[in-house]
């Protein structure tokens, strides 16, 4: 234990936040008295340096490399300075900074501010608390070499993050990763990393009027407004910008969820502020029951994702990030897209968007998890991901964004009230032109990461050959590459019937992610499948 109290204490000595310096020396306390427990947390603390990767940096608060704080964020914000001064050949590097409201997102982006001060680079920060998209937008909007938004997005509460894009506006993937992750190695020490005082740009609310002005071209200026919202913004950053884009866009004011509207870090009323978790969308469910609404829209916290309910035998149900998907999907191929246009998801969504685009004549390209491949097709016009994320715009937003997402599933629910249909009727209509294709998606939370690398080990070494009565067709390694697809953890499972299952690690959380489609021209049937399939893996899968 000696070596590991002399490491807190170095650490203690290099952090310059009173708080978690007190955080630290009281556990270090405990620890040295023979708290058992005290030891198991200080060293969970120093297991390793909070890894740096294609989503940038995410994980607890507190003291400890191993804890997202401001001796994390300090050394993080000068690799990055240092990467950037290094690949671009020049010394005044520009980022535009974004930040939530969650616990410290202001701190850090000061710090990022004060970093790229200190090394003879220029920073623009966004005058307070705003939705990730953004953030994307003035990246490129402003001429940016890079951007870094601080959010843990929808993460629980005791959680930050630190996301870097650079200045096409994606997020970075590697081998940026890795490099700037080599980079922050070089400042070992948060004290010897020069910081600013002052001389920073802290952007005016003209962003967000630039932001509006493009986000709301998204929808047509003549097309239908003609319909009752309710909204949630799950005590995110997401409220105020979503209600000034849905008055520019000409609709009626939606209905907000009074006690999820404004932001506040602690997140009272929702177990995890996710509007895909079991309960998080109840109060808007409510509202909307109340109020006789006919479209319910959720964002996360950060606003970057979009959740959808329509209403359904009496009550109310919420789509699948990939029923809305194929509707957005829909929608845009009947307004007419680009001769060069290319539609995209991700390889765990549904197949349905690429069933669409080809009978549209449109290409579609299938990518790796997560909108930083998404957003780097060419000529991508839409491009989607099952966990509620959508990209409408890439011209302007090279990132999933809630809010250009809710304007256009806004629009086109109107279009169908119009015609006398609904959006489960479109969802009807493309199932009976190429299948149900039903989906769902199920996870193994583990408090030991090591559990994953075990069950997946276990699938490699015992693959299964027949799944609810289906031979295994085909079992694609994703780590090994796939369809010309680079690298990645995780397994692909083919069935005789096309049912697809895949399994790969979360990449922001602790858990085991199983996604699974059936399709059949039966829905009844592809559901039945669908259980059977879920059932199966829920086994294989099982910890222990």
């Not at 404004?262 to 502020?273: L, M």
């Not at 060419?378 to 809630?402: H, I, M, N, Q």
């Not at 079992?475 to 690298?487: K, R, V």
Request: charged share 25%; proline share 6%.
């Amino acid at each position: 234990m000696t070596d590991l109290v002399a490491e807190a204490r170095a650490w203690i000595a290099d952090d310059p936040d009173s708080r978690t310096r007190a955080d630290l020396e009281s556990v270090v306390a405990a620890a040295e008295s023979g708290d058992a427990g005290a030891l198991e947390d200080l060293q969970d603390r120093f297991s390793g340096l909070l890894e740096f990767g294609t989503a940038g940096l995410r994980g607890a608060l507190g003291a400890g490399p191993a804890r997202m704080n401001r001796v994390v964020v300090i050394r993080a914000a000068a690799g990055l300075a240092s990467y950037l001064q290094e690949k671009l050949g020049k010394r005044d590097v520009t980022v535009v900074i974004g930040y939530d409201a969650r616990h410290n997102s202001d701190v850090f982006a000061r710090d990022t501010a004060a970093v790229f001060v200190g090394a003879g680079g220029r920073a623009m920060v966004l005058p307070h608390p705003l939705p990730t998209p953004v953030l994307a937008f003035m990246i490129r909007h402003l001429g940016a070499d890079a951007g870094v938004m601080v959010t843990a997005s929808h993460n629980p509460p005791q959680d930050n993050g630190y996301k870097v894009y650079l200045g096409d506006g994606s997020q970075i993937v590697a081998p940026a990763d890795s490099e700037i992750a080599d980079a922050i190695s070089r400042f070992p020490r948060a004290a010897e990393v020069p910081l600013a005082d002052d001389g920073w740009q802290t952007l005016s609310d003209d962003v967000v009027d630039d932001y509006l002005e493009s986000v709301t071209q998204v929808v047509r200026p003549d097309g239908p407004r003609d319909i009752k919202i309710v909204h949630t913004a799950l005590h995110g950053v997401g409220s105020a910008v979503f209600r000034a884009a849905f008055d520019r866009a000409g609709f009626s004011a939606p209905s907000s969820v009074a006690d999820q509207a404004e932001p506040d870090p602690a997140f009272p009323t929702v177990a995890f502020p996710n509007p895909e978790e079991p309960g998080a969308i109840d109060h808007a469910l409510e509202l909307a029951a109340e109020t006789g609404a006919e479209l319910v829209i959720a964002n996360d916290p950060d606003a970057d994702r979009c959740a959808v309910a329509v209403p359904r035998a009496g009550g109310w149900a919420m789509l699948r990030g990939d029923e809305v998907g194929a509707l957005l999907g829909a929608y845009l191929l009947q307004r007419g897209v680009a001769s060069n246009a290319v539609f995209a998801n991700s390889i765990v969504s549904s197949r349905l968007l690429a069933a669409m685009a080809k009978q549209a004549g449109v290409p579609h390209a299938e990518t790796l998890t997560g909108f930083k491949w998404i957003s780097r097709v060419p000529s991508l016009a839409f491009g989607y991901e099952e966990a509620l994320g959508y990209c409408v715009d890439p011209a302007a937003v090279r990132d999933k964004d809630g809010i250009s997402a809710a304007l256009l599933i806004a629009e086109f629910a109107a279009q169908c009230k119009a015609e006398g249909t609904s959006l489960d009727g479109v969802l009807a209509d493309l199932a009976a032109i190429h299948g149900t294709h039903a989906t769902d998606s199920f996870a193994v939370r583990v408090s030991d990461l090591a559990i994953i690398d075990q069950i997946m080990a276990r699938l490699r070494a015992e693959p299964p050959e027949v799944v609810a009565g289906q031979q295994v067709s085909k079992i694609d390694d994703l780590a090994l590459g796939a369809g010309g697809l680079p690298p990645t953890e995780g397994l692909r499972y083919f069935l005789a019937d096309d049912t697809r299952v895949i399994v790969r690690p979360s990449g922001t959380e602790p858990k085991l992610k199983i996604y699974l489609e059936t399709i059949d021209a039966d829905p009844a049937v592809a559901g039945r499948k669908l259980a059977d399939v879920r059932n199966e893996f829920e086994r294989l899968t099982a910890a222990g």
